[in-house]
């Protein structure tokens, strides 16, 4: 059973940093693809970060130099580390994992970005 609980969301304010984290079990985590995604209410849940299985990853466009994705993979884990922080990045941040040919989302963790 796949699952993927996230933690470390909080409230902070503009220009503080935030890691949050993402464990992942039920499935060879090393041999995935992981993200971070985000979602604020009336829009379209976007893709904040990517990390592919060699620890490549990609960025949208208004977190690039901010944020950093990393994976552990003897862990199982994948992080989301969000320095110089906006109001808005403020968001539910989900972590996912196209595991077996399904999409599978943790819960979500909220970040607000508020003085």
């Known amino acids: 059973q796949v699952q993927l609980v996230e933690s470390g969301g909080g409230l902070v304010q503009p220009g503080g940093s935030l890691r949050i984290s993402c464990a992942a079990s039920?499935?060879?985590?090393?041999?995935?693809?992981m993200a971070w995604y985000r979602q604020v209410p009336g829009k379209e849940r976007e893709l904040v970060a990517d990390?592919?299985?060699?620890?490549?990853?990609n960025y949208e466009d208004s977190v690039k130099g901010r944020f950093t994705i990393s994976r552990d993979n003897a862990k199982n884990m994948v992080y989301l580390q969000m320095n110089s922080l906006k109001p808005e990045d403020t968001a539910l941040y989900f972590c996912?994992?196209?595991?077996?040919?399904?999409?599978?989302w943790g819960q979500g963790i909220q970040v607000t970005v508020s003085a």
């Open positions: 039920g499935f060879t985590f090393s041999a995935y693809v």
């Open positions: 996912f994992a196209p595991a077996m040919g399904k999409p599978y």
């Open positions: 990390i592919d299985t060699r620890g490549g990853a």
